[in-house]
């Protein structure tokens, strides 16, 4: 018997069952099928104005930056201004999203360069799939417009939200992954992250800057 | 199994730990920090109660259909173009493993955090076939230096102090400044980082545990701080998970209601810092990411607790809350426990996976104050889980035999009420005079295993049954 059938041997010896009875696989197909909500905390689910509110104060928790613009073509010189006050150098790493793209950089002097990172670069930019206000969590999805390596190999890495994709809580942004990649589909990674990296690791002190990004900064375009 | 264990020698170990003054002063940092965190953090969300609820109910759920929703998670992995290998024990994940890393061409892995990939050993393994591992974690990176197990499950080095991370460092990057300064802890930190990251560009396999598997989705879970894990999976060409078949939750949103549990018990933050959904290699137009992807599900004594007096243990999502808040661990630490597993969840998990015989000194090393099962977030009873392994323990004449005399004494009593009063009576009255001056006492005969540590107080001269009869009877009906 193959070590996969023995094991699922074993477990059915060790519930009773069979693994045929057809109420406990509507009960698991029916499960699978509409994942049902549970139960969802009051704290993010709120509105507009004071949703994104909520956003800001969780994500500050976490030790991330939040900064707000009011348009798209605002977010260039919002970064080369975050960059210049904290001493970091002109040069910024972006993948193929057409958003990031669109904007003006060229009325910047930032040094911009696209791809992949594989580890030299000190500062990268991405665009959100979304955000969740409850815990200030920003939700992003691999693929060529906004690359995985950028989101952990450079020291100061910046992301771009925009306000109407700030969702009160998870499973709103579970829904929209759905909606966009299928039902049961999903890209190779969805990276929750909330705020910068860091270890306790020593004498459970907190240290930032583990081996992610020192930096997390948000840029927040209102529309 | 044959495992390295240092469990049957708990109490020798557990004295050692107890005279160990840098061992003691870096438990301190435990019961300091990680009570007051998950406190606040649970204070401050209203739900908190009502989540463990849900969280245990999804794992109840799961283990009752574990078969059906291993089967569904099979099917989507390989949907997404993965690979899940079954691992009946850790002889068979350390094979499937290595000839993982060796159709990988592999020179060097690195690795996330993992405890599965501790109980199978499995850096013993890759080493002894000429693959070296790198333990990527900051404490499990100090530990791996050390040639130490994790002393806890998601803090693994939080029995060392700076002074010897310093150390370790020194003894091991000889190629550094050795005029370097290393005494702030950020010191270190940023040490270990440039060191690693070296070793995450160069490696050729990346291996990760599982905090969650997602059956809807055919989805990998992991949750760290650090980043190191998500290093460790998207940069060399092949991630390998690590899971044990429990691990298994339904769905996305089952995940997201015991996601908010998790880091609130474990480290008192609302979420982590890095929460990594990994679903199949990576895909034609990516840019980034493992171009293979394997699972390798490991069952290894777990479908053997499935249906017994165990069951509810595997609920465990490896948060450490109990351990956090263990008079027991708070004294000796993890490494007393003499295997992978600490605390109270290693109390009744250990002996599952390596036998009673070896670890039954673990679930009697309580004082069953049941702080453990206060903030498990599960709510897994550990208490009377660990009151299981000592009936079996007992059943299987495994107690020593002055134990099994003694309890045979008292059952002799305790079955005869009358007889039973009459000797407490006279037991109380006698040591409540014998006591009567000092109100304590230095030693006592058959009493040598309480009274060499600290004094027997003396009794007031009146049994708990007598007063409680006379309290009752005061009061109206």
């Known amino acids: ?223 | 199994m044959n495992v390295h264990t240092t469990s049957p020698q708990f109490k020798r170990n557990a004295a050692r730990a107890l005279a160990d003054t840098q061992l003691q002063k870096a438990l301190g940092n435990v019961k300091q920090g990680f009570i007051d965190k998950r406190a606040k953090a649970a204070a401050k969300l209203p739900e908190f109660e009502a989540l463990r609820d849900s969280a245990r109910d999804i794992k109840n759920h799961t283990l009752e259909n574990l078969d059906l929703y291993l089967e569904a998670y099979e099917a989507k992995v390989t949907a997404s173009g993965g690979h899940v290998h079954f691992a009946r024990n850790a002889e068979d994940a350390r094979d499937i493993i290595l000839s993982l890393c060796r159709e990988a061409g592999a020179k060097t892995v690195t690795k996330g955090k993992s405890m599965i990939a501790e109980e199978i050993e499995i850096n013993d393994h890759l080493e002894k076939n000429g693959i070296t591992p790198v333990e990527t974690d900051l404490g499990e990176y100090i530990i791996q230096l050390r040639h130490e197990l994790p002393s806890h499950i998601i803090a693994p080095a939080v029995h060392l102090n700076a002074t010897q991370v310093e150390q370790d460092f020194r003894r091991v990057h000889k190629n550094l400044d050795p005029n370097r300064d290393l005494s702030q802890p950020v010191q270190l930190l940023s040490e270990a980082r440039s060191v690693l990251r070296e070793r995450f560009l160069a490696a050729d396999v990346g291996i990760t545990g599982a905090n969650f598997l997602v059956a809807e989705t055919g989805t990998s879970v992991i949750v760290t701080n650090e980043g190191n894990g998500d290093l460790t999976q998207i940069l060399p060409k092949t991630h390998i998970v690590l899971a044990s078949i429990e691990k298994l939750v339904p769905t996305l949103e089952d995940v997201s209601q015991i996601l908010r549990v998790l880091a609130r018990s474990a480290t008192g933050q609302d979420m982590s810092v890095y929460t990594t959904f990994s679903t199949g290699p990576r895909r034609a137009s990516d840019a980034d990411g493992p171009e293979n992807y394997h699972v390798v599900l490991i069952d290894n004594g777990r479908s053997a607790m499935l249906g017994s007096d165990f069951q509810e243990m595997l609920r465990c999502i490896r948060c450490g809350a109990c351990m956090n808040h263990c008079p027991v661990y708070h004294a000796v630490g993890g490494h007393a426990y003499g295997w992978v597993y600490p605390g109270p969840m290693g109390a009744v998990l250990t002996p599952a996976l390596i036998g009673v015989d070896k670890a039954g000194h673990l679930p009697n090393a309580t004082t069953f104050c049941g702080r453990c099962e206060s903030v498990c977030p599960v709510r897994i009873p550990l208490p009377k889980l660990m009151r299981h392994w000592r009936e079996r323990e007992f059943e299987r004449h495994l107690a020593p035999a002055t134990f099994r005399s003694g309890l045979a004494f008292w059952s002799f009593f305790a079955k005869r009420p009358a007889l039973y009063r009459l000797a407490t009576r006279a037991a109380m009255v006698t040591l409540g005079f014998a006591g009567r001056h000092r109100g304590r006492f230095k030693w006592l005969p058959l009493a040598k295993g309480w009274t060499k540590y600290r004094d027997f107080p003396a009794p007031e001269g009146e049994t708990f049954q007598a007063r409680w009869k006379r309290e009752r009877s005061r009061r109206p009906a």
């Open chain 1, 1 to 223: 018997m193959s070590a996969r059938d023995e094991i699922l041997a074993n477990i059915r010896r060790a519930l009773g069952v069979k693994g045929t009875e057809t109420i406990r696989k509507q009960i698991v197909a029916e499960r699978l099928e509409r994942a049902p909500k549970g139960l969802i905390p009051a704290r993010g689910q709120a509105s507009g104005e004071e949703r994104l509110a909520v956003f800001k104060a969780q994500a500050e928790a976490s030790l991330a930056t939040v900064t707000e613009v009011t348009s798209p073509a605002e977010v260039p010189q919002s970064i080369a201004l975050f960059l210049r006050s904290h001493n970091l150098p002109a040069t910024l790493r972006m993948g193929d999203d057409l958003r990031l793209k669109a904007m003006p950089w060229a009325e910047t002097s930032l040094e911009i360069s696209h791809g992949p990172s594989a580890g030299g670069d000190l500062n990268a930019v991405s665009h959100a799939f979304g955000g969740v206000a409850e815990t200030g969590t920003l939700v992003m999805v691999s693929g060529p417009e906004n690359p995985s390596t950028l989101n952990f190999l450079p020291d100061n890495h910046i992301i771009v939200v925009s306000s109407k994709d700030i969702a009160s809580d998870y499973e709103t942004v579970w829904n929209r992954v759905r909606f966009t990649f299928g039902k049961g589909g999903m890209p190779r990674t969805v990276n929750w992250i909330t705020g910068p990296s860091r270890s306790g690791d020593i004498e459970q002190t907190l240290l930032l800057g583990a081996h992610g990004p020192r930096r997390l900064h948000i840029v927040v375009v209102r529309d």
